[in-house]
DNA sequence: TGCCAGGCCGGGT
DNA sequence: ACCCGGCATGGC
């Protein structure tokens, strides 16, 4: 058994505990791929809880879907916004999505286009690629839109996966984005679900356990493992 | 009361 | 290739 294989298996493990703390998670709270993409977006380094606000005015408006959103005027969507922050920003981060989507080939323009299953089939690299040549989709959001949207097999790093991982010595904190992307897709089996369960998990549990402002990780599902060895 | 939240961009070294 | 300031609201 090759270096590899234990590596696989002690992110299975990682993985495992935080499943056996919280159960399944069955992200990504959203009722469309259309919603979760703007939630996406929405989310950038803001407390999902805001983002929240800024969607229930958004489907007040019947406005989660790619027709209505961008038939709204800058001004109207800079005020639903508005209680995520950033709301210019997003705004305009919002729009160049959608004018994204409106350009894509086989785009389909009919009400309740939700779905966005003219981007089925595409190639995910490709497609990760032109997600991260819109404005103001870096790499955690297009990862996010792939994986949560589209189910494609893509691992999304964020803020709290840099923090755990980090601190429990796996890789250091100022690995690049990517690195950290392959370091898990690399030791993982390629599998949507598992992806999908994993990211969440770990956003659960910095959630819980390991804000900035509480570095200590007592009583984390992940505790038992700060002792183990590193690579 | 500050500090922080599921980033990203543009300009400067 | 990094490094940094800006972007903004709401909760603890």
New binding site residues.
């Given amino acids: 058994m090759g270096k590899g294989s234990y590596q696989q298996n002690r992110l299975m493990s990682l993985f495992s505990a935080m499943l056996a703390h919280f159960g399944p998670l069955r992200?990504?709270?959203g009722d469309s791929p259309f919603e979760i993409a703007v939630?996406?977006v929405l989310?950038?380094?803001?407390?999902?809880?805001?983002v929240e606000?800024a969607i229930a005015g958004l489907r007040e408006k019947k406005a989660l879907r790619p027709d209505i959103l961008y038939s709204m005027s800058p001004a109207e969507l800079e005020e639903l916004l508005?209680?995520s922050?950033?709301?210019?920003?997003?705004t305009r981060r919002l729009r160049a999505l959608l004018e994204y989507l409106r350009s894509y080939p086989g785009w389909d323009a009919s009400p309740g286009n939700a779905d966005l299953n003219f981007l089925r089939g595409a190639d995910l690299s490709v497609l990760r690629e032109e997600l991260l040549a819109?404005?103001?989709?870096?790499?955690?959001?297009?990862d996010?839109i792939l994986l949560?949207a589209l189910d494609l097999p893509t691992f999304v790093v964020?803020?709290?996966t840099m923090r755990i991982f980090s601190r429990h010595g796996i890789f250091p904190p100022?690995i690049?984005?990517d690195e950290a992307r392959e370091y898990f897709m690399d030791r993982l089996p390629q599998d949507v679900a598992l992806y999908n369960e994993f990211h969440a998990l770990i956003?659960r549990t910095?959630?819980t356990f390991c804000?900035?402002?509480r570095p200590l990780c007592a009583n984390c599902p992940l505790a038992e493992f700060l002792d183990h060895e590193v690579d």
């Fill in positions: 992200w990504w709270p939630g996406a989310t950038q380094n803001t407390a999902w809880r805001n606000k508005r209680p922050g950033f709301f210019r920003l997003k819109v404005r103001g989709i870096g790499p955690e959001t297009a996010s949560y964020d803020a709290y100022d690049p984005y956003v910095g959630n804000k900035k402002s």
